[in-house]
């Protein structure tokens, strides 16, 4: 292209003088200079297909202008240069065509000759071409007029008039393409001539770093991933990049906040023109199509006819593998056995790799795995395996195997003994079988999280209690310490030191006294914890204080069990105001809900376990003269007067006006752990250290009315709420299962069970997880102690 101008420069001004002369000579150095940056001097002109490229002018404005000394665009020719024009525009063209020529033949040789050749484009001219040169000539003895030269008004830029395009713009030519495929060669592109674009010489760090400081224009020059080349951006360029890095509108003549225009009316027009086509009764039916139409759906009907879907399943059976038997029969045995229809014997699945004698070493157990499927030894079905893979270092190694027999056994007995006829199946499918329950969330409120964890105990922690208005908590350790928690805070209050392991604790239901009952070793603490009302405070220390006088006299039987005594000066200092030491150790002590009865039991105690205490009176009794079991816990009926005593596999209830049985109900399991009654008292909830819990109706069966398993292992503890239909149960599998259960004042409709979610929080300490369960006697809020030496409230 540079070569191209300079030519054309030429033909312009054939008789040059002195100062033009200077001109086209540094114009052609430029143009040299501008050739080196842009042609590989090592490579060749052509395209890849080796085609000589011809560039012709089209126009005849390319010629029309003048230009000074340094090559500067002054004005476009008069209208007297006409006459000139197209003898000019020829030899122009004439010499492009030779420049071109000469281009192609020139390969290393293009920097070294571009003066001479560029010397002589202008005489030198081909043989074939001589109707053009003679052309030329003619127009070159032409008088050309003398045009003068208008200078430029600096004000107006010197460009404004012109396009320089062609000039100055080197573009890549290439397309949206990956340019690390160039990154192999010298060149980095094409032009619009399709010339090779050099890549330009890349400078070390040092070198940027030196231009970085010697450069004021460098954080303003960026590098054209296109071309290589390093482009210096204008205060217009930075400006636009400032807007858009600010998220603004790129053009600031744009204006933002410009007058809203209702394009649309907001007022609804009546259009009364209607294009609705007609409806179908309208028209009126055809009598031969419509029994054409019942014939064909008869025909659907009876199977006559076949939809395309039909047909198309049909052909991909019939275009399908077939098998063939090799032999007559599968089932000839059967049929000279005279079984009709018989169902072919079950096969057992193929040996994987668990059952070879060397299975690769992930198939092994490890630990923890062994662990688990020796644990699911009473669950066989939960394993997934159901033998231990084993490896052996030959075949020879392997011993037999020792359920051989067993196993071959009851194999024959399966195939013996097993009915193989086809019988018709009902298909009930297996939702229909589970009970449509309500969803979690209809049945709020009940604890779903998380919310306080009480820490201070060192030794786990057995039971909990919670005051009658909610606002204190008690619990007891095998640390042999009694510790008073504050509910909203989470602040141990305070606590109070025993000499033994604390087994149970018990807040007295009567809100009008301030008393804990801790079973600690042999020995009932009746504790006045001295929180809360002051008042009430004083008033239970001035009850505790006074001991009744004895009308009656006691039998032997009962003082050798039980003695009432008040307590030492040193107790008396940690609130410890009566002391009922008993034989043997208490295991549980629980209160009657009016607060004047208490219960102890004493597993070791024979037919002494249970005992009555009377706190008014400072009476004991010993209600049963002969045990019928090992007695596990006593609870005392909310309503009636009526005491249920737990053995390890039944429940007896007892009416204690007219001390007698009322009813046994059978739990059918090998170890009760704990009860709990509804606060109603129609309904009883039953745990068991075998994983279940049994819900029983006292009105309608002595028989489990639901047995629950939700828990993993052994369940410790249950409990009611004593206002929401809510009831817990904790496990040692670390959990806290919360379930709804509505009992309904209509006899004839059953209490609603669902299990609604399981808190899973505590630690596990030598296979002890959840040792009991409470709740708040106002708020759905649940306590419970764990083995992890902590209490949680879960909200």
Known sequence: MTKKQTIKRKVKEPEPTNEESVSEQSDNEENEDLLQAVKDPGEDTTDDEGIDQEYQSDSSEDLEFESDEEGNYLGRRGNKAEEG?????????????????????????????????????????????????????????????????????????????????????????????PMHWYDEYKHIGYDWDAKKIVKPPKGDQIDDFLRKIEDPNFWRTVKDPLTGQEVLLTDEDIALIKRINSSRIPNPEHNEYAPWIEWFTSEVEKMPIKNVPDHKRSFLPSVSEKKKVSRMVHALKMGWMKTTEEVEREKQQKRGPKFYMLWETDTGREHMRRIHDPVSAPKRDLPGHAESYNPPPEYLFDEKETKEWLKLKDEPHKRKLHFMPQK???????????????????????????????????????????????????????????????????????????????????????????????????????????????????????????????????????????????????????????????????????????????????????????????????????????????????????????????????????????????????????????????????????DLVKQELIKKLLTNSKWISGMSIHPKGDNLLVSTYDKKMLWFDL?????????????????????????????????????????????????LQNPLIVPLKKLQTHEKRDEFGVLDVNWHPVQPWVFSTGADCTIRLYT
């Open 699 to 747: 009105d309608l069966s002595t028989k489990p009315y639901q047995t629950m398993r939700l828990h993993r292992n052994a369940v410790r503890s249950v409990a009611f709420h004593l206002r929401y239909p809510l009831f817990a149960s904790g496990s040692d599998d670390q959990a806290v299962i919360v379930s709804h259960g509505m009992v309904y004042n209509d006899l």
């Open 85 to 177: 024009k197209d003898a000019d525009d020829d030899e122009g063209e004439d010499e492009d065509e030779d420049e071109d020529e000469e281009d192609d033949e020139e390969d290393d040789d293009s920097d070294d000759d571009s003066e001479d050749s560029d010397a002589n484009d202008a005489s030198a001219t081909p043989k074939d071409d001589q109707p053009s040169s003679s052309k030329a000539a003619d127009a070159q003895t032409k008088a050309e007029p003398i045009i003068e030269i208008i200078p430029r008004d600096p004000s107006k830029p010197e460009y404004e008039e012109s396009d320089t395009s062609d000039e100055e713009d080197i573009r890549n030519t290439v397309g949206n393409i």
């Open 392 to 654: 052996f270092k030959s075949l020879r190694a392997v011993p037999a195997y020792s359920r051989y027999l067993r196993e071959r056994f009851l194999r024959c007995l399966d195939l013996y003994l097993c009915p193989r006829a086809k019988r018709v199946k009902l298909n009930i499918d297996a939702e229909y079988l589970i009970p449509k329950l309500p969803s979690p969330r209809d049945l709020q409120p009940f604890p779903t999280v998380e919310s306080l964890v009480y820490r201070g105990h060192t030794d786990l922690v057995r039971s909990v209690s919670v005051e009658p208005k909610g606002e204190y908590l008690v619990s007891g350790s095998d640390d042999k310490t009694v510790k008073i928690w504050e509910i909203a805070t989470g602040r141990c209050i305070r606590t109070i030191e025993t000499n033994d392991v604390v087994r149970c604790v018990a807040w007295c239901p009567n809100a009008k006294l301030s008393i804990i009952a801790v079973a600690t070793g042999s020995r009932l603490l009746l504790i006045n914890p001295k929180v809360g009302d002051k008042l009430i405070i004083k008033k239970t220390d001035d009850l505790l204080a006074e001991s009744p006088s004895q009308d009656i006299i006691e039998n032997e039987r009962i003082k050798t069990a039980v003695q009432w005594s008040n307590a030492d000066p040193d107790e008396q200092e940690k609130g410890v105001r009566v002391v009922i030491t008993h034989f043997k150790p208490i295991r549980q002590v629980t209160w009657h809900g009016r607060g004047d009865y208490l219960a102890t039991v004493m597993p070791e105690g024979a037919n002494r376990s249970a005992l009555i205490h009377q706190l008014s009176k400072r009476r004991s009794q010993i209600p049963f003269s002969k045990s019928k079991g090992l007695i596990q816990c006593v609870l005392f009926h909310p309503v009636k007067p009526c005491f249920f005593v737990a053995t390890q596999h039944n429940i007896r209830i007892y």
